[in-house]
């Protein structure tokens, strides 16, 4: 099983982007996990517990039952080296860390 991820470059950064379908029998952070193993090459017994950034069990009912097309709002943490994002709507963000010693301009800085 893998999760259908697409990448997305924003300057020189990749952000990762997948759909979750909140009635699918595929649980989020089973997903989540999958896409970082698609992502980083990495067997997933190598990345870190995902229960180490949050809850899988309110990670996986977080927004199920909210009526679709209402926009309830959004999550975002860290895991496994990476900013995570997740709206409502099943659109799901990944943001790998910058590595030290890069030179990276925030909005902020525009």
């Avoid at 989020?28 to 899988?56: C, M, R």
Wanted: net charge negative; glycine share 6%.
């Amino acid at each position: 099983m893998t999760a259908n991820v697409s990448t997305e470059n924003v300057g020189e950064r990749s952000v990762y982007r997948l759909q979750h379908d909140w009635d699918d029998a595929t649980e989020l952070s089973t997903e989540l996990v999958l896409a970082l193993q698609e992502i980083t090459g990495e067997d997933v017994t190598t990345l870190e517990p995902i229960s180490e950034a949050v809850n899988p069990e309110a990670l996986n009912q977080l927004f199920t039952s909210i009526p679709d097309g209402e926009n309830a709002g959004e999550l975002a943490f860290r895991y496994s080296g990476n900013t995570i994002t997740i709206h409502s709507s099943g659109d799901v963000r990944i943001v790998p860390d910058v590595p030290a010693g890069t030179d990276e301009r925030h909005w902020s800085d525009a």
